[in-house]
């Protein structure tokens, strides 16, 4: 299983990212992807996830709203499309992936990929 985040740059304070996860060696319907992010030195929080299986998602109340995550099975990518950017949105961000569909955004997943900078300037 390999995850792989890209799309992270910087942005000034409204603006908008899209996020990608390029994900191999499993099958993506099976699957839940994860969007976390993490400050250095602060604890990593959940973002947002897609319970591929029953198309079910979630977000963090901070980004519930601005940030919407989908998927692309057939390309076997999944994308967190990130609008209205605030400096607090700033941190690396990672995918990560876990077996079977979800029932909340979980704190923790099995497998996950490097991350990818988000920076937002005020």
């Known amino acids: 299983v390999q995850l792989q985040a890209s799309g992270g740059g910087l942005v000034q304070t409204g603006g908008s990212l899209r996020l990608s996860c390029a994900v191999s060696?499993?099958?993506?319907?099976?699957?839940?992807i994860g969007w976390f992010r993490q400050v250095s030195g602060k604890e990593r929080e959940g973002v947002s996830c897609l319970s591929s299986s029953d198309g079910n998602t979630f977000y963090g109340e901070s980004v519930k709203g601005r940030f919407t995550i989908s998927s692309d099975n057939a390309k076997s990518m999944v994308y967190l499309q990130m609008n209205s950017l605030k400096p607090e949105d700033t941190a690396v961000y990672y995918c990560?992936?876990?077996?079977?569909?979800?029932?909340?955004?979980?704190?923790?997943?099995?497998?996950w990929g490097k991350g990818t900078l988000v920076t937002v300037s005020s």
């Open positions: 990560a992936a876990d077996w079977g569909p979800l029932e909340e955004l979980p704190d923790d997943m099995d497998y």
């Open positions: 060696g499993f099958t993506l319907g099976y699957y839940a």
